[in-house]
């Protein structure tokens, strides 16, 4: 059981270009939860699916999409990187909305 | 919109001190709250929840945290620190029936031996 993983762990982009992040649980939850990690400013929720073919925006969702690809796997791309997306992204997941949240590992992206 | 305050942003201790952290929200309904540690280079762990009942609630590694409704608020607090508490530690709100978690802006917790 690797609870929820995510891919890739670090990246390094220029501005403009695209890129994935990919995150994936192997807990049968049914929500996922994309946030940021910024310094001072703990983490902030970027966007969420509440259950498998439904998604909706956090508090900071520009310049970001988000895919339910199926119940396990929830994407994060970025279309156009830029340097203020420069941050530390990770993905949670947790089997009710009334539940605890299960976090990954993180991925770490510079944009320069 | 909810907000969570913690108040302190850096702190510092020797081994066995005492520790509390504070953290105040906004929210006036029922709220679920938590406490979240991030050790250097690692991922975020639940420390400890609470939904209801007892408002003192116990977790991991001998931390507790008391739940005051009076005054909005969720303090983290342990007895005596170790070395191995330093680390950042997240208070965090779930908003209604969303599920979705605000959070503060952590404490970086710097336990010297």
């Known amino acids: 059981n690797a609870g929820v993983t995510q891919t890739p762990k670090f990246q390094v982009l220029k501005t403009g270009q695209s890129m994935t992040l990919q995150c994936a649980q192997d807990m049968n939850h049914n929500s996922m939860y994309w946030y940021r990690q910024d310094p001072g400013m703990g983490l902030r929720l970027i966007y969420y699916s509440a259950s498998e073919g439904t998604t909706d925006k956090g508090e900071v969702p520009n310049g970001y999409n988000v895919s339910r690809l199926n119940k396990r796997e929830f994407s994060l791309r970025l279309e156009s990187a830029a340097p203020s997306q420069t941050s530390v992204y990770f993905c949670?997941?947790?089997?009710?909305?009334?539940?605890?949240?299960?976090f990954g590992p993180g991925t770490r992206l510079t944009v320069l | 919109a909810q907000s969570v305050s913690q108040h302190n942003h850096h702190v510092i201790l020797s081994e066995a001190a005492s520790l509390e952290l504070g953290c105040n929200y906004s929210y006036g309904g029922t709220v679920n709250l938590f406490w979240y540690v991030q050790y250097p280079g690692q991922h975020l762990q639940l420390l400890l929840k609470?939904?209801?009942?007892?408002?003192l609630v116990k977790g991991i590694k001998g931390f507790e945290a008391e739940f005051i409704k009076s005054k909005f608020s969720f303090n983290l607090r342990k007895p005596s620190v170790q070395w191995s508490d330093t680390a950042e530690y997240f208070c965090?709100?779930?908003?209604?029936?969303?599920?979705?978690?605000?959070f503060g802006q952590g404490t970086t917790l710097q336990v010297k031996p």
């Open positions: 965090a709100v779930k908003e209604g029936n969303t599920g979705k978690l605000i």
């Open positions: 949670a997941s947790t089997r009710g909305l009334t539940d605890t949240q299960y």
């Open positions: 609470y939904f209801s009942g007892d408002p």
